[in-house]
């Protein structure tokens, strides 16, 4: 089968690879029809996350058709068209139990600290994931979610973790009726979570970030306010004097070990690694917020150390909350939305391309090229498949 | 484009436009917050007000809710390859990734790494050592199956080239001009 193939820092490409096999009585094999680029998945691919191994794939974002099934597996069906969250998760651990499917502890024997996550270094479990034809996909009872009829496949694609990410983290925000939210970042999970941040009875919602375009598209997709860090003096004192100096009751770290706007944070941080990742946003969130005031953290980081000023936080009395998300539980609510017309996952997507270019798309969502928002990719087989069906369909009629 | 610094933040709740005070008190001592009805335009407002439509409040609930019921112990997963398992688990998990297992001198010092619990900051350093070697690697076992990598094109040189040009072109005038100037200057330290 064609996969993603990570090479080293800013060098993927597209080789063939041996198609997974069922490796346990609960597994499925899933023929993917698309998958996405996720911010996330940048911190792999500029080298940010220990024990990324060369030759993986990449891919957490992902649906497709089940082609393959293990013994134990009742809920599923080959054929099936299935949503496959990024957490990979037993429903049998008291983490499970307890419906935190995104901290499941029997997934992911490398660590401890994260559970396992479908392409997303040996950190998380060493799976390859899904930007390739077929992906080996665990506990198939438990994590996937056949898709309704009237759900779209590209919205689909966006609810595996991009939109349960962001409305997790309005979520954590624990918004009250008139709060005001601030969302660091622009990208995909930052839009939903503006997006979120209205659904939970936001009174204002500020987003931030520094591309200009990104700002423009969620200024109208969200219906919000937007400023760009470049342009103010300092974040903290900007946030005050837009809040009539209290600061935001609600900050939102969307952004995660990436972060640009510090040159301190950016050095240590990003280029010479003694830090897990710049910690830029969490800084400003935590400098922006209120007294007693919520921040809610979904961007990613390193499993190391990260300078963030919590004396701040203590002295503030604030609210620090944070998780992955457990994806499974958000499904239902958020198909929901999509089917009132209250959220259109689908506008976000800006890109579509083939499997095979694959070294490009991440370039150019990297770098932000072609005002790049997200980036949905399409393995060959999935396009043949859909050609052949067009052609069935061309020759009944 | 017209950021929330130029303009008014937002017009329907707020009356100060950047002009300074003199005196804190000058200030409402709470945030002024807009009406239900100036957020009427907003597509969903207040769908998920309620706690009670927020699937995930409170955070942890149990009984899980839209997953089978879990019948007693999983299966183990029979284990074909090697798998590094952390120090802080006591042994290896039901399910588990078998994708690229430890090789070489990087696996070696990925071997080394998982002595140290994920508590020990030499583990995570020792693995950040590791992928890098393996990045060698990597290029060796390309050669060595007679693949000779095109790095540019791995780094995304084509869409650099269509949608960056003047970018590029700057990028490829530094590294020359950096190139050159070591080619110089050792040049001349041989003379």
């Given at each position: 089968?064609?996969?993603?193939?990570?090479?080293?820092p800013?060098?993927?490409?597209?080789?063939?690879?041996?198609?997974?096999?069922?490796?346990?009585?609960?597994?499925?094999?899933?023929?993917?029809?698309?998958?996405?680029?996720?911010?996330?998945?940048?911190?792999?691919?500029?080298?940010?996350?220990?024990?990324?191994?060369?030759?993986?794939?990449?891919?957490?974002?992902?649906?497709?058709?089940?082609?393959?099934?293990?013994?134990?597996?009742?809920?599923l069906?080959?054929?099936?068209?299935?949503?496959?969250?990024?957490?990979?998760?037993?429903g049998?651990?008291?983490?499970?139990?307890?419906?935190?499917?995104?901290?499941?502890?029997?997934?992911?024997?490398?660590?401890?600290?994260?559970?396992?996550?479908?392409?997303?270094?040996?950190t998380?479990?060493g799976?390859?994931?899904?930007?390739?034809?077929?992906?080996?996909?665990?506990?198939?009872?438990?994590?996937?979610?056949?898709?309704?009829?009237?759900?779209?496949?590209?919205?689909?694609?966006?609810?595996?973790?991009?939109?349960?990410?962001?409305?997790?983290?309005?979520?954590?925000g624990?918004?009250?009726?008139?709060?005001?939210?601030?969302?660091?970042?622009?990208g995909?999970?930052?839009?939903?979570?503006?997006?979120?941040?209205?659904?939970?009875?936001?009174?204002?919602?500020?987003?931030?970030d520094?591309?200009?375009?990104?700002?423009?598209?969620?200024?109208?997709?969200?219906?919000?306010?937007?400023?760009?860090?470049?342009?103010?003096?300092?974040?903290?004192?900007?946030?005050?004097?837009?809040?009539?100096?209290?600061?935001?009751?609600?900050?939102i770290?969307?952004?995660?070990?990436?972060?640009?706007?510090?040159?301190?944070?950016t050095?240590?941080?990003?280029?010479?690694?003694?830090?897990?990742?710049?910690?830029?946003?969490?800084?400003?969130?935590?400098?922006?917020?209120?007294?007693?005031?919520?921040?809610?953290?979904?961007g990613?980081?390193?499993?190391?150390?990260?300078?963030?000023?919590?004396?701040?936080?203590?002295?503030k009395?604030?609210?620090?909350?944070?998780?992955?998300?457990?994806?499974?539980?958000?499904?239902?609510?958020?198909?929901?939305?999509?089917?009132?017309?209250?959220?259109?996952?689908?506008?976000?997507?800006?890109?579509?391309i083939?499997l095979?270019?694959?070294?490009?798309?991440?370039?150019?969502?990297?770098?932000?090229?072609d005002?790049?928002?997200?980036?949905v990719?399409?393995?060959?087989?999935?396009?043949?498949?859909?050609?052949?069906?067009a052609?069935?369909?061309?020759?009944?009629? | 484009?017209?950021?929330?610094?130029?303009?008014?933040?937002?017009?329907?709740?707020?009356?100060?436009?950047?002009?300074?005070?003199?005196?804190?008190?000058?200030?409402?001592?709470?945030?002024?917050?807009?009406?239900?009805?100036?957020?009427?335009?907003?597509?969903?407002?207040?769908?998920?007000?309620?706690?009670?439509?927020?699937?995930?409040?409170p955070?942890?609930?149990?009984?899980?809710?839209?997953?089978?019921?879990?019948?007693?112990?999983?299966?183990?997963?029979?284990?074909?390859?090697?798998?590094?398992?952390?120090?802080?688990?006591?042994?290896?998990?039901?399910?588990f990734?078998?994708?690229?297992?430890?090789?070489?001198?990087?696996?070696?010092?990925?071997?080394?790494?998982?002595?140290?619990?994920?508590?020990?900051?030499?583990?995570?350093?020792?693995?950040?050592?590791?992928?890098?070697?393996?990045?060698?690697?990597?290029?060796?076992?390309?050669?060595?199956?007679?693949?000779?990598?095109?790095?540019?094109?791995?780094?995304?040189?084509?869409s650099?080239?269509?949608?960056n040009?003047?970018?590029?072109?700057?990028?490829?005038?530094?590294?020359?001009?950096?190139?050159?100037?070591?080619?110089?200057?050792?040049?001349?330290?041989?003379?």
């Open positions: 089968m064609l996969a993603m193939n990570y090479r080293g800013y060098r993927v490409r597209a080789d063939h690879k041996p198609d997974p096999v069922i490796e346990h009585p609960g597994d499925a094999i899933v023929r993917v029809t698309r998958s996405c680029i996720c911010g996330s998945d940048l911190h792999l691919y500029h080298g940010m996350v220990p024990d990324t191994r060369v030759g993986h794939t990449f891919g957490h974002e992902f649906i497709g058709e089940v082609v393959d099934i293990g013994p134990d597996v009742k809920s069906k080959v054929g099936d068209r299935v949503l496959v969250p990024f957490n990979l998760f037993c049998n651990c008291f983490y499970c139990k307890h419906e935190l499917y995104g901290n499941c502890h029997n997934t992911n024997a490398q660590a401890t600290a994260v559970g396992g996550i479908y392409g997303y270094s040996h998380a479990g799976y390859d994931g899904g930007q390739a034809e077929y992906v080996r996909v665990p506990m198939a009872d438990v994590g996937p979610m056949v898709i309704p009829d009237d759900i779209h496949d590209d919205d689909a694609v966006l609810l595996t973790d991009a939109l349960p990410t962001g409305y997790q983290a309005a979520e954590m624990d918004i009250k009726e008139g709060d005001t939210v601030v969302v660091f970042g622009a995909p999970v930052g839009i939903f979570a503006a997006k979120s941040a209205w659904l939970m009875g936001a009174g204002r919602v500020i987003v931030v520094e591309v200009e375009y990104r700002l423009e598209f969620v200024k109208r997709y969200a219906q919000c306010e937007v400023v760009n860090f470049r342009e103010v003096n300092d974040m903290g004192e900007h946030i005050k004097k837009m809040t009539d100096w209290m600061g935001a009751d609600v900050c770290d969307a952004v995660g070990g990436d972060a640009a706007g510090s040159i301190a944070q050095l240590t941080g990003r280029l010479m690694k003694m830090q897990a990742g710049a910690s830029t946003v969490l800084h400003w969130a935590i400098n922006s917020a209120r007294k007693g005031g919520n921040v809610s953290i979904v990613v980081y390193g499993p190391t150390f990260n300078a963030v000023p919590i004396g701040n936080a203590l002295n009395g604030l609210t620090l909350r944070m998780n992955q998300a457990s994806v499974k539980r958000h499904l239902p609510r958020l198909i929901e939305h999509i089917r009132a017309g209250r959220i259109n996952p689908k506008e976000i997507i800006t890109h579509r083939p095979e270019e694959v070294s490009d798309a991440y370039h150019i969502f990297s770098s932000k090229l005002e790049c928002i997200k980036t990719l399409i393995p060959p087989s999935a396009r043949e498949v859909k050609a052949v069906k052609s069935a369909q061309n020759a009944q009629n | 484009m017209k950021t929330s610094h130029e303009v008014d933040p937002h017009s329907h709740q707020h009356h100060h436009k950047g002009h300074t005070h003199q005196f804190q008190q000058d200030y409402p001592d709470e945030q002024q917050r807009p009406t239900r009805e100036q957020l009427a335009h907003i597509n969903g407002w207040g769908a998920d007000l309620d706690r009670k439509d927020r699937p995930g409040v955070m942890e609930r149990t009984p899980p809710r839209f997953i089978p019921e879990p019948v007693g112990k999983l299966p183990q997963q029979p284990q074909h390859v090697e798998v590094l398992v952390s120090t802080e688990r006591p042994g290896i998990t039901p399910i990734g078998t994708a690229q297992p430890p090789s070489g001198l990087s696996g070696m010092i990925r071997r080394a790494a998982f002595r140290w619990a994920e508590n020990d900051l030499r583990h995570w350093l020792l693995l950040l050592a590791a992928d890098r070697v393996n990045v060698v690697e990597g290029v060796a076992d390309d050669l060595a199956h007679g693949k000779v990598p095109n790095v540019l094109a791995e780094m995304g040189i084509k650099e080239w269509q949608y040009k003047a970018g590029l072109v700057k990028k490829v005038a530094i590294a020359g001009a950096v190139v050159g100037t070591v080619a110089y200057l050792m040049r001349r330290k041989e003379r």
